[in-house]
């Protein structure tokens, strides 16, 4: 075990016994230990438990010779390194996976009998894994893309797994366009290329041809595609679910998760600068958030509406291309998730771990949406695929954490030892084998279904673009820009002009400023027609709650603010900023040319935290620049500090500079305004980098 590893909280003590907190055995050769270099090791073996004398060298022939096919260390060890990987997800390959709690803080006992949502106070716990869906496992950390929120729930129960997204809605409404989805927006068969980007011609061609995608296309070209952490964003169940009381009535629901530290998002340059500073930025956030013990935490909330209400709502609420607003039906918050626990090992849980929509506990069971029923089919018909049997549940990250026990036996590797004679049910002889629970176990809402069977789309699925519009509408000034240009940005990576010109041609009933916006950023000499709208386009109440701006929060906890210094720079000037930002929750890191040290204008040295060509101020959310004149004149020809400085501003960042601070803005031309504030002002740099700048952007960036 690392020794190093401070994250890993398994307390049982399993550990002294050899054993991990699965139970399962670490050691080798009968858990032999050898006094090496200061520290205890077991015994390095064979999957056998054979110890190994040399591990550097195979068996030859002869000193020059040739390797002997009779070396079974070597081929043991060639063969499982050929068989490490599974096959990656077809979607959402591409996460970070954390365990942790959750929390019930108020009943949903009139609603359910599921015990998860019934006992206040009890800590259930958790494994969470945020995924981005195009690219592939080795893909960044921070492409324009949704990102998956899963959570496994093991509940006393049995597992309750809610895959969600960050964003409330989806592109299709019928399982069966998935495929198509998928192989439009992944790399083009091809070319195999982009590798994790929606920004091509296959992608917005389907787009183009699909309208119900409309409303989903404003929230991934919203900033909510840009997370600026995965302790950032929110998470949707999507689908309405049904809660099911004592008395067998049913109630729909709808599950939210939102983030304490507030939402937040990047902007697109510094995305992607991101993606090249630091590939693993979300990845890395994370590990060393849970590191430091600042453990992400999200509230969950329910929106619960009977059938009456739906019958009410100006859209169907089965069609998952629709979200209920909050001001129509609130929120009710009842939990909290906290995320506290790295994974031992990323390929044993964070790769192994299967969700399945259709793993509900009693209490919870599914609505008619056509993508939930298509998806209680794929999950676990891909997870067998994945995982290559259908033992995945013995897996310890899949595994429930109460009893259980069936009668469904062997298949590729059968971990358990199931005794007795009896595999089947109903028997009369065993006393002890698994039996039904016909009070308490799994009940499906018994629910009235009439009508032909038809291969048609229900005609209230029929309308595609109030909600996109009311989206749009909703959203601040800064907002609506980021819609327009990242549009504007992704079409004209698209060759093909009858796509473009299909996509705006939407837009017009969206609405027609926003595709005036469009076509002037893609220079169309005229607009194009609109398409014919299968159902009127409604008009909707703006709803705020959709924004980001108007749910961040303005706080530092979670953020990081970089001091790029210098050899000379004043020690006293570089400790006050340090101290407010880290009194306002910040974390601080010290950003200088060589990562050794710098010598402070006393003669002291200062430890550094990053070398400033591999550190750029992307990597933070407010910068200080506090330099000497001799410091300000090294930089001056430094690319990467006029980067540094010029990307800060760019970004929106807020700025504190001394006298050889102002030298670098200076020279990288770098304008002033209320975000750039001297070292001596610390209130000042403070409030400013509690936000960002919205106003300076007009200034600074040409916007659709
Ligand atoms: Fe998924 N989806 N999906 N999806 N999805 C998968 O299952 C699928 C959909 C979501 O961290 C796959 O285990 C179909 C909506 C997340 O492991 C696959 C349809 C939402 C994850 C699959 C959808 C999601 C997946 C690939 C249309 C938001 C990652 C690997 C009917 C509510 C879970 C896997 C994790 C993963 C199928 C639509 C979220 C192929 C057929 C809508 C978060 O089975």
Not at 584 to 605: F, H, Q, R, W, Y
């Amino acid at each position: 075990m690392d020794k190093k590893n401070t994250t890993s909280s398994s307390s049982s003590g399993k550990e002294n016994l050899g054993l991990d907190s699965n139970g399962y055995s670490q050691l080798g050769a009968g858990g032999e230990l050898h006094q090496i270099g200061g520290g205890e090791h077991p015994a390095l073996t064979t999957n056998q438990g054979v110890g190994l004398s040399d591990n550097q060298n195979s068996l030859r022939a002869n000193l020059r010779g040739p390797t002997l096919l009779e070396d079974f260390i070597l081929r043991e060890k060639i063969t499982h390194f050929d068989h490490e990987r599974i096959p990656e997800r077809i979607v959402h390959a591409r996460a970070t996976g954390v365990h942790g709690f959750f929390e019930l803080t108020a009943s949903l006992k009139q609603y359910t009998t599921a015990r998860i949502l019934t006992e206040v106070g009890e800590k259930t716990p958790v494994f969470t894994r945020i995924s981005t869906v195009v690219g592939g496992a080795g893909s960044i950390d921070t492409p324009r893309d949704v990102r998956g929120f899963a959570v496994k729930f093991y509940t006393k129960e049995g597992n309750w797994d809610l895959v969600g997204n960050n964003i409330p809605v989806f592109f299709i409404q019928d399982a069966i366009k998935f495929p198509d989805l998928v192989h439009a927006v992944k790399m083009e068969p091809d070319r195999g290329f982009p590798q994790s980007s929606s920004a091509h011609d296959t992608f917005w061609d389907f787009i183009s041809l699909t309208p119900e995608s409309m409303h989903m296309v404003m929230w991934i070209m919203s900033d909510r595609t840009l997370p600026r952490s995965l302790r950032m964003i929110e998470g949707f169940g999507v689908h309405s679910f049904r809660l099911i009381n004592d008395a067998g009535k049913s109630t729909f629901v709808k599950f939210h998760w939102r983030p304490k530290l507030g939402l937040q998002s990047t902007i697109w340059d510094e995305t992607v600068k991101i993606s090249g500073a630091d590939q693993d930025f979300h990845r890395r956030d994370m590990f060393e958030a849970i590191k430091a013990g600042n453990f992400p935490e999200w509230e969950f909330s329910v929106q619960l509406f009977t059938q009456e209400d739906a019958d009410r709502f100006p859209f169907d609420h089965l069609d998952a291309t629709k979200l209920i607003p909050e001001e129509l039906v609130p929120l009710k918050v009842i939990g909290r998730m906290v995320l506290d626990r790295w994974p031992n090992n990323f390929f044993a849980e964070t790769e192994q771990v299967a969700y399945c929509p259709s793993h509900v506990v009693p209490g919870i069971d599914f609505s008619n949406d056509p993508l939930l029923q298509g998806r209680l089919f794929s999950y676990l018909d891909t997870q067998l695929s994945r995982l290559g049997s259908p033992n995945f549940h013995q897996i310890p990250v899949n595994a429930p954490k109460c009893p259980f026990s069936n009668h469904q036996r062997d298949g590729h590797m059968q971990m358990a030892q199931p005794v007795g004679r009896v595999a089947y049910e109903p028997n009369s002889l065993s006393e002890n084998s698994p039996r039904e629970m016909p009070i308490k176990g799994f009940h499906s809402t018994v629910v009235a279904e009439t009508g032909e069977k038809i291969r048609i789309r229900a005609e209230s699925f029929a309308d595609h673009y109030s909600q996109a519009r009311q989206f749009y509408l909703s959203q601040t000034t800064y907002e609506q820009a980021h819609i327009a240009s990242a549009l504007v940005f992704e079409l004209s990576k698209v060759e093909h002009v009858h796509v473009r010109e299909a996509m705006v041609g939407h837009l017009l009933h969206i609405d027609n400023d926003l595709a005036k916006r469009v076509a002037a950023g893609l220079a169309f000499d005229k607009m194009p027609d609109a398409p014919k709208a299968a159902a009127p386009v409604q008009e909707m109440e703006p709803s705020p709650a959709l924004q980001i701006i108007g749910k961040m929060k303005d706080t530092l906890i979670g953020r990081t603010i970089g001091i790029l210094i210098a050899d000379g720079s004043d020690g006293a000037v570089i400790k006050n900023i340090k101290k407010a930002a880290m009194d306002a929750g910040a974390n601080v890191k010290i950003i200088a040319p060589k990562v050794g040290g710098t010598k402070l204008a006393d003669g002291s040295m200062l430890a550094v935290d990053g070398q400033l060509a591999g550190t750029p101020s992307v990597l933070f959310d407010a910068v200080a620049v506090i330099l000497s004149d001799k410091g300000a004149k090294a930089l001056s020809t430094e690319s990467a500090a006029i980067d540094f400085v010029r990307d800060a501003f760019g970004h929106l960042k807020a700025l504190a500079v001394d006298k050889g601070g102002q030298a670098l803005l200076k020279i990288a031309n770098v304008g002033q305004d209320a975000g750039v504030v001297d070292t001596n002002d610390t209130n000042a740099f403070i409030a400013a980098a509690k936000t960002r700048q919205w106003d300076r952007e007009k200034s600074i960036r040409t916007l659709a």
